[in-house]
């Protein structure tokens, strides 16, 4: 007879205790597997950041790029963004990482930093390369885990662009991890091109254009606005171009240099206009002050000018102070332009008379011998004055007449005054 044995048998006992320890296996590798997850995004990433935004600061401080004045320099651990003098092996100039920020970073392996920088004509860039002796990528459990890596890196991206300081807002700054190896990366630019936003220090260039949501805003104290052309905002036919032809409703300047300014609908409103070329006005010009100029010549013929300094050429002045009378009816047809004293068969030039003027000479006697006979009812000799007129000049003749001989002659004592005219009828 058989009996029944109350209770668990060793048999029973031994399958209890394996799924038990199988559930137990599989919860303690799920935890661990959660903690691996929440120390890559925690921690890791968090030192990560910490490090990217020291990076940033640290090629963004001043002075920087004679800092790193080499064109490419590598640097292993930490301690160059440590402060000297405050920290232990510190050589920054100033706090970038807290003395205390580890070597290496926790949980990972031992992975550590090496950071190598370039210098690009002054601006900076850094690549951080974040991998255990070796070269070997992210370490969990003794075994490479690039799921980690890629939890730490996206983690890291999401901490350090809460970063908006100074330095994180004109620097560009990425962290990637190779799927392959677990080996992390960080890249830090100054350089404008690698730069997605606009940048306060001028530094980069837009490839699009820049819309105002709406009217209102402006560009403040700006030195120099670079643009092909400028277009009111509101009437587009109204348009500025330095290099073209501008469109304006009115100009209305203190002072202004131009080449060629046309007014269509209103007037040019300047307190002073210059020209360093030719300015054409071809309507009524007003100037309320004065006017300027070393002298004002007539746009029809070049010949005519005024020079308030020099010599002017005008045709004629009307005098109102005359009752309207032109300068020209005052003066007399003859204008002087040289005397000379002549003798016998002297040559007197013509003069050159502009504006059909006519050469015209006036002789008057000076000095002549005047010969008498020895009775004194011989009369006295008459002398007597001429000119030959010849095509470029007058010739001079001055005789007087012998009344014993019978003959002109000359002598040369005779003298008169020649005055040489221009006669304008």
Known sequence: MVKRTRGFSLIE??????????????WVQRES?????QHARGIVAQRLAEFANAVRSRLAFPNAPADFAAPTQTIAGVNWLKENGTCAG?????????????????????????????????RLSAVVTVAGPGGVGYRAHNRVRVDLAGEAASAAMGFARTSFTPAGLITFMDIQSDPATGVITISVDTTPNADPW???????????????????????????????????????????????????NDVNTQSATVGTLQALNAGINAAAIGALDSD?????????????????IDKNNASYFVNPDGVSRINDVLLSSKGDRPLSAMLSPWVFIQSYIARHNDLIKKPTCQNGGTPRII???????????????????????????????WQVKIQSYDWQTRTWSSDPTNVAIAQVYCYYP
Request: aromatic share 6%; net charge negative.
């Open 90 to 122: 510190g050589t920054a100039p100033t706090q970038f990482l807290p003395c205390d920020f580890p070597d290496t970073l926790p949980g990972t392996g031992g992975m550590s930093f090496t950071t190598t920088i370039t210098n690009t004509a002054g």
């Open 280 to 296: 054409k006005i071809n309507a009524r010009s007003v100037a309320t002050n004065e006017v300027v100029a070393d002298s004002i």
């Open 363 to 393: 002789l008057t006697l000076q000095q002549a011998v005047v010969l008498v006979r020895e009775t004194s009812t011989t009369p006295a000799a008459r002398p007597r004055i001429s000119l030959v007129v010849n095509p470029t000049n």
């Open 198 to 248: 606009l940048r306060t220090d001028g530094n980069n260039t837009m490839n699009a254009d820049i819309t105002f949501s709406g009217g209102g805003y402006n560009i403040n104290n700006a030195n120099t606005v670079n643009a092909q052309r400028l277009i009111d905002r509101d009437n587009p036919a109204f348009a500025v171009d330095p290099a073209g032809t501008s469109t304006m």
């Open 33 to 37: 597997r959660q903690f691996d997850y």
């Open 13 to 26: 006992l031994l399958i209890v205790l394996i799924v038990a320890s199988i559930i137990m296996t599989l």
